[in-house]
Structures are given as structure tokens and as C-alpha cells.
């Protein structure tokens, strides 16, 4: 998926996905979806059940008799909550999940490759604009060195 959108959430704390997501999401937006909390920032993760079950082929290679794995599979799976597109294209932000990501009324979602990251949009401009991260650094770090031809 690709974009990034502000949104807002209703008074019953539903979020209406934009136009744009639901055109590139097609036939999988009347599958239900996973939503998670992020593993690195205070936002959630919004997974097509099809994304989902591929990072579960990989938790599931954990041996859980390992206690590392188990505290990680325990961890990662915490607040995971199966939602669904309504009638109207809105999907219901669970209680306990907003208030971990500490979302109220207006939202971001923005595409992070294999899912859509739902934040809290204060929360989303500080991580975006903060000063302490050189993005030119980070990005010869992480993609300087990979060969793109092996692929």
C-alpha cells in the first residue's frame, strides 16, 4: 500500500480507511484485518489478514521452548485484535489499543510496506520531524550497503 493520510475518528472511535487505501486494498477489504500495537513506536499496525498470516509463518519457526521466544511471541501478540470494515468502510479502533497509542480524535495512516501504521497525528509530526534522527545517515546505514541486484 502506498500513502499517507489524516483522518479523524468519530465519536464512537471509528475511523473511515480513505478512498485511496480502499482502491489498492480491492477484494481483501471484506476480509477482517489484524491490528497490533508497533513493536518500536507508540502507534498501531494495521495488517490484511494475508500480510498477517506471513509474519505468523515466521512467529511460528520460534521455538516457544526458547524463553527469549516465548517473552517475544507474548509481547508481540499483546492487544491484537481481529477488526472488520463496517457497512460504511469504517473500522472500530478497540478501546485498549487507542489508548496505547494514545489516539483520540485526529489519526495518520501511513504506509509502511507490509502494513498501514495508525498514529495519533501529534504523535506522528514528532516522529517524522524529529531533530535527532540525520534521515541521510540512517538511510546510507540501512540501505548503503545492500545490493539490489541480488534480488
Not at 480507511?17 to 476480509?31: H, N, R, S, T, V
Request: glycine share 4%; aromatic share 10%.
Amino acid at each position: 500500500m502506498i500513502g499517507v493520510y489524516d483522518c479523524k475518528l468519530d465519536s464512537k472511535s471509528r475511523l473511515m480507511l480513505p478512498k485511496a487505501f480502499k482502491k489498492q486494498l480491492g477484494p481483501l477489504l471484506e476480509e477482517p484485518f489484524i491490528l497490533k500495537r508497533s513493536v518500536f513506536h507508540q502507534c498501531l499496525e494495521l495488517f490484511t489478514m494475508v500480510e498477517w498470516n506471513k509474519v505468523v509463518i515466521n512467529i511460528n519457526k520460534l521455538n516457544r521452548f526458547v524463553k527469549k521466544n516465548n517473552d517475544f511471541i507474548r509481547m508481540f501478540t499483546a492487544g491484537v485484535k481481529l477488526v472488520q470494515l463496517d457497512a460504511t468502510g469504517r473500522l472500530l479502533l478497540p478501546k485498549d489499543l487507542q489508548l496505547y497509542a494514545n489516539i483520540n480524535h485526529s489519526v495518520v495512516l501511513s504506509s509502511s510496506a507490509n502494513m498501514i501504521e495508525v498514529w495519533d497525528n501529534n504523535a506522528y509530526e514528532n516522529i517524522i520531524n524529529n531533530k535527532n534522527i540525520d534521515f541521510a545517515s540512517l538511510a546510507e546505514d540501512v540501505m548503503g550497503s545492500k545490493d539490489f541486484n541480488d534480488e
